[in-house]
């Protein structure tokens, strides 16, 4: 008899141990989404930002800012957070743009500026129509002439309703 509540109490004791620990074994079956938050911004859109740009343009660019400034309003915090829903791995990117007198004085931040940066849109040279900046993309040919898919031919369509 003390074999028989020994063995039940053993018993007992690995499926209190497994249901406890249930969660973290099946975790990657239960659905968590992605939390994105905050202003995403391409690198595109922060390769256009000038220096002596107005409010106006860098919002139009970036969209509007996370964060102004309470007491003035010269510093502008564009914050993106993201955290995955699989992995709980986080991204984290801030972009905080300082004006004086209404235009762009300065852009500190997680993203590379580009190298036009310091020269004013007045004096920059803008993209020219006839120029082509690349080569054409033109898609590979296949090497032999033949089509994809062979038609079959001799089947009676006239029957159709």
């Not at 993201?82 to 300065?106: C, P, Q």
Request: net charge negative; proline share 6%.
């Amino acid at each position: 008899m003390i074999n028989k509540k020994q063995s039940l109490t053993l018993l007992s004791a690995v499926a209190l141990s497994i249901s406890l620990s249930g969660c973290g074994v099946f975790d990657w079956l239960i659905y968590k989404p992605d939390v994105p938050q905050g202003n995403y911004m391409e690198s595109q859109q922060v390769d256009k930002l000038r220096v002596d740009m107005t409010k106006e343009q860098a919002e139009y660019i970036l969209g509007r800012p996370v964060l102004r400034d309470s007491f003035a309003d010269d510093t502008w915090y564009y914050v993106y957070h993201f955290k995955s829903g699989r992995d709980a791995s986080i991204i984290h990117k801030e972009l905080v743009i300082h004006f004086i007198d209404g235009k762009i004085s300065r852009v500190e931040g997680d993203y590379d500026l580009s190298a036009d940066f310091n020269t004013p849109l007045n004096e920059s040279k803008l993209p020219s129509i006839n120029e082509p900046e690349n080569e054409p993309l033109i898609p590979e040919s296949r090497p032999d002439s033949k089509p994809l898919v062979e038609e079959k031919r001799g089947l009676n369509t006239s029957n159709v309703d």
